[in-house]
């Protein structure tokens, strides 16, 4: 039996030898990614680029905070708006059968779901509002503070259910379902209404 690696390649095989010629090699990519071809393949991957969509891309983001003293009361108040995430259905792997594998359709496509045709998730609006007041007692102050989150106590869905399929070929029953998410676990809604009380003392 021969002791070679039957893995290593013959560095005497023709297309060694004869790509190994710099003007060869460069009329070669010329010829695949240069003239009408290699132009269509620059543009088309050029808007893919442009155009791609990650999971969790979120276009709009704005965050408005403001804050008001009334002597020793300090008032504030912040509002967050933040667009939605793109929505593509997911189909499982034909081979291992894991769920969400496989996009259905190009990112951000959407499907149709328990709310309708949806290509995003809804726009999230909460509204924050605190409050502080200081007492002074000799050399220290005593800080009384209270902040309500989600004000309006809204119920933003941040998920559906983009799985098609539980595994390959079983369809899922909850695809396209509001507030459900085939990645994490729990109910996917914006938390609601909290109040947060506090005590600060201050030497």
């Known amino acids: 039996m021969s002791g070679a690696d039957p893995t290593a390649r013959d560095k005497s095989h023709y297309s060694y030898a004869h790509y190994a010629n710099a003007d060869v090699a460069a009329g070669f990519d010329a010829l695949r990614f240069g003239g009408p071809i290699g132009e ?3 543009e088309t991957q050029e808007h893919v680029l442009v155009d791609f969509l990650m999971p969790l891309d979120r276009t709009h983001d ?6 008001y003293a009334f002597g020793a009361l300090n008032v504030s108040g912040g509002v967050e708006l933040e667009s939605g995430a793109p929505l593509t259905a997911l189909a499982s792997h034909p081979v291992y059968g894991a769920g969400g594998e496989i996009p259905l359709t190009p990112r951000g496509a959407g499907f149709q779901t328990s709310s309708g045709f949806e290509t995003r998730t809804p726009w999230t609006k909460p509204v924050n509002l605190g409050a502080s007041y200081k007492l002074k ?5 005593l800080l009384l503070i209270a902040d309500v989150f989600n ?6 869905i941040l998920d ?4 098609s399929e539980l595994t390959f070929g079983v369809p899922n029953p909850d695809f396209g379902t509001a507030g459900v998410s085939g990645v994490v676990a729990g ?3 914006t938390a609601p209404r909290q109040l947060r009380i506090g005590v600060r003392y201050e030497f």
């Open 40 to 42: 269509l393949l620059a």
């Open 62 to 67: 704005v965050k408005l905070y403001g804050t």
């Open 137 to 141: 007692t000799g050399g220290s102050s």
């Open 187 to 189: 109910q996917q809604l």
């Open 160 to 163: 559906y259910d983009a799985y």
């Open 151 to 156: 004000v309006f106590n809204t119920q933003t």
